[in-house]
C-alpha cells in the first residue's frame, strides 16, 4: 500500500469498512468561563459562593482570574449529548446556588468602573493557592485586569485511541505512536493556525463592547456607538480575539515554534527561563509584598497566550511543560470559541459537531512546517477576520497573493464535506454534514453570523450591549433555576462541594514548607531532556 499523500486519499484509506470505525469515539471537554454580575448589570463584588464548594479544589466549578469569572469544566465525555447535559448541570446547580447573582452570557464583560473592582481570585491559604493568587497579580502588573476577564468557551478535544493504529499502518511509521501522536496533534495545531480564521468568522460574538472596557484608551479603531455607550464596528467578528482582547501584542516576538513537540517545549522553556526587563522593573518582592512569580518572559506556562495549545493532563505536583515532555501530547485546546450570547450554556451542538469536523480536517489534512512569512499572513487573517470578517469582499492573504474570504472558505468547505461524510459514515448517521451545511451557509449570507445577529439586535434596538447582557442573563437565569438536573443526581455536586472543601483543608493543614521555599521549588524546572514523544 502506498502513502496517502492527500486529503482525499487519506480518507479515501479511513473510509475502508475495516477502517472506518478508528473516527468514530472522539473525545471532547469543555471549559466555559463567565462573569458573575449582580441584578444591575455590574460585576460582582461577592466571595465565591460557598455553597458552590472550594474552587482551588472542585472538579467542576471554579474560578479563572477573577473572583467573579467563573470556570465551569465539564468531564471528558465521547458523546456531545453527555457532554452538554453534563455542562448544563453544572450551570444549573451553579445557578440555583448563586442567590440574586447571573451570569453573564457574553465574552467581552459587563459594565466595569474601574480595574480596582476587579478582584483577584482567592484560593485559600495553602502553598499552592497563594501561588494560584499570586500569578493572578502578576498578570494585572504585566498586562492590566481588563483584558482578564474577557471569557470565553475552550473546546478540549482528542482522537480515539482506536484511531492511532489505524493511522499508524496509514503512515507507515515505525516510530513509536506516542511520537506518532505529538507529531500529528503539532501538525493539526499547525493547520489551525493557518485555516482557525474560519471560528471567529463563523461563531464570533462580540462585534461590540461596553466602552468602560477600554477605560478612555485610544485604540485607533473606527468605532461607530449604539444606545449610550455601546462601541462596535459594523464588520467585526470576535473583538475578543483582535488585539483589544485575548490576543497579547506583547508576546507575538515570543517565536513559539510548532514544527515539533520538542522544538515547542524548548521554545517555551526560552520563554520561562528569559528576563524581561519590563517585568523586572515592576519588582518580584517589595518589601513583604509579591508582585509577580518572577521577572521572566512568562512566569508559567499558562501565561503563553495562544488560539490552540497541546495538552498532557499533569500528576499530581507536576508541571504542565513537564508532562508533555514526558509523555507526549494527549489532547488540543481550541481556546477561539466566543461564548454563544443566544443559548444557557454559552455553546451549543451544532457549532461542537462543526469543532469536531473542523479539527479532525486540521488532523487528517497535509501540513507543512510554518514559515516565517507564513506566519505572519495567519496573524493578519486572524486580525483581519476579527475586525472586519463580515465585510464583503474582504480578502485574506495567501502564498500567491489576496483571495476573497468568502472563495477561499468555499474551498475549504469542500473538503470539510469529505471528513463530514466520514464522521457520518463512521457513527451511522448525516449530523456531520448536517452540521456542515449550516456553517455554510453563512459564507453566502453573513447576516447568519453570531456576529451579525448580535449587531443587528443591538442596532435595530439601539441597545446598549450592557443592557443586552443583563436581558440574556435574566433569561437563562430564569431557565437554569427552573430546569431539573439532566445527567448528575442533586447530590453529586453537593457532596462534591463539600469534598472539594475539605481537600482545601487538608491541603492548608499538611503545608509546612515557607512559602518561598515552595515557590523556588515549584519555579525550578527539571533539566530538559530528550522528549520521547516528539
Not at 9 to 30: C, D, H, T, Y
Not at 159 to 177: A, I
Amino acid at each position: 500500500m502506498s502513502l496517502p499523500s492527500s486529503l482525499s486519499e487519506i480518507i479515501e484509506q479511513l473510509s475502508a469498512p475495516e477502517r472506518v470505525f478508528a473516527v468514530r469515539g472522539l473525545r471532547r471537554g469543555i471549559e466555559r468561563e463567565s462573569l458573575r454580575i449582580t441584578p444591575e448589570g455590574r460585576l460582582s463584588p461577592l466571595d465565591h459562593p460557598r455553597q458552590l464548594g472550594a474552587a482551588l479544589t472542585h472538579a467542576n466549578i471554579t474560578t479563572d482570574y477573577s473572583e467573579s469569572l467563573m470556570e465551569f469544566i465539564t468531564p471528558v465525555s465521547d458523546s456531545l449529548d453527555i457532554l452538554l447535559a453534563q455542562l448544563g448541570d453544572i450551570h444549573r446547580f451553579s445557578q440555583q446556588n448563586l442567590g440574586d447573582e447571573r451570569l453573564w452570557p457574553l465574552s467581552m464583560p459587563c459594565f466595569i468602573g474601574g480595574e480596582e473592582s476587579i478582584r483577584l481570585a482567592q484560593y485559600g491559604s495553602s502553598n499552592i493557592g497563594r501561588l494560584k493568587t499570586l500569578y493572578r497579580q502578576g498578570l494585572h502588573h504585566r498586562y492590566g485586569s481588563m483584558m482578564q476577564v474577557i471569557a470565553g468557551v475552550h473546546f478540549n478535544f482528542s482522537m480515539p485511541d482506536s484511531f492511532w493504529s489505524e493511522w499508524q499502518q496509514l503512515q507507515q511509521q515505525e516510530c513509536c505512536q506516542c511520537k506518532l501522536i505529538s507529531d500529528s496533534y503539532m501538525g493539526l495545531i499547525r493547520n489551525v493556525y493557518r485555516f482557525g480564521w474560519l471560528i471567529p468568522y463563523l461563531f464570533g460574538a462580540s462585534p461590540a463592547l461596553c466602552s468602560s472596557f477600554l477605560q478612555g484608551r485610544d485604540t485607533g479603531l473606527p468605532f461607530q456607538q449604539v444606545g449610550k455607550g455601546t462601541l462596535y464596528l459594523p464588520y467585526a467578528t470576535s473583538l475578543r480575539l483582535s488585539d483589544l482582547g485575548y490576543t497579547n501584542k506583547s508576546q507575538a516576538s515570543l517565536n513559539i515554534s510548532h514544527s515539533s513537540l520538542h522544538e515547542y517545549l524548548t521554545s517555551v522553556r526560552k520563554a520561562l527561563a528569559t528576563k524581561e526587563s519590563a517585568f523586572a522593573d515592576l519588582g518580584v518582592k517589595v518589601g513583604d509584598e509579591y508582585r509577580q512569580l518572577n521577572d521572566h518572559v512568562l512566569q508559567l506556562e499558562n501565561e503563553l497566550y495562544a488560539p490552540i495549545r497541546p495538552k498532557r493532563t499533569p500528576r499530581a505536583g507536576e508541571r504542565a511543560l513537564v508532562a508533555l515532555e514526558r509523555r507526549g501530547i494527549d489532547y488540543i485546546e481550541l481556546r477561539t470559541l466566543d461564548i454563544n450570547p443566544f443559548t444557557p450554556l454559552g455553546v451549543e451542538i451544532q457549532q461542537l459537531r462543526f469543532l469536531d469536523l473542523f479539527l479532525v480536517w486540521c488532523l487528517l489534512r497535509p501540513s507543512p512546517m510554518l514559515e516565517p512569512a507564513e506566519i505572519e499572513r495567519n496573524r493578519q487573517n486572524m486580525s483581519r477576520v476579527a475586525l472586519e470578517g463580515r465585510r464583503p469582499g474582504l480578502q485574506l492573504l495567501t502564498a500567491q497573493g489576496e483571495q476573497p474570504l468568502r472563495e477561499w472558505s468555499e474551498q475549504l468547505f469542500d473538503e470539510l464535506q469529505m471528513v463530514a461524510q466520514l464522521l457520518d459514515r463512521a457513527n451511522g448517521r448525516v449530523h456531520y454534514q448536517l452540521a456542515l451545511q449550516a456553517q455554510r451557509e453563512k459564507l453566502a449570507d453573513p447576516d447568519k453570523t453570531l456576529s451579525a445577529q448580535l449587531l443587528t439586535h443591538l442596532l435595530q434596538n439601539n441597545l446598549d450591549s450592557a443592557e443586552f447582557g443583563r436581558q440574556q442573563a435574566e433569561l437563562f437565569r430564569q431557565q437554569l433555576r427552573d430546569a431539573p438536573l439532566q445527567y448528575w443526581e442533586a447530590n453529586y455536586f453537593t457532596d462534591e462541594a463539600q469534598a472539594s472543601l475539605l481537600r482545601q483543608q487538608e491541603l492548608e493543614a499538611d503545608d509546612h514548607l515557607p512559602f518561598a521555599d515552595f515557590l523556588q521549588q515549584h519555579l525550578r524546572l527539571p533539566v530538559a531532556g530528550d522528549t520521547p514523544c516528539g
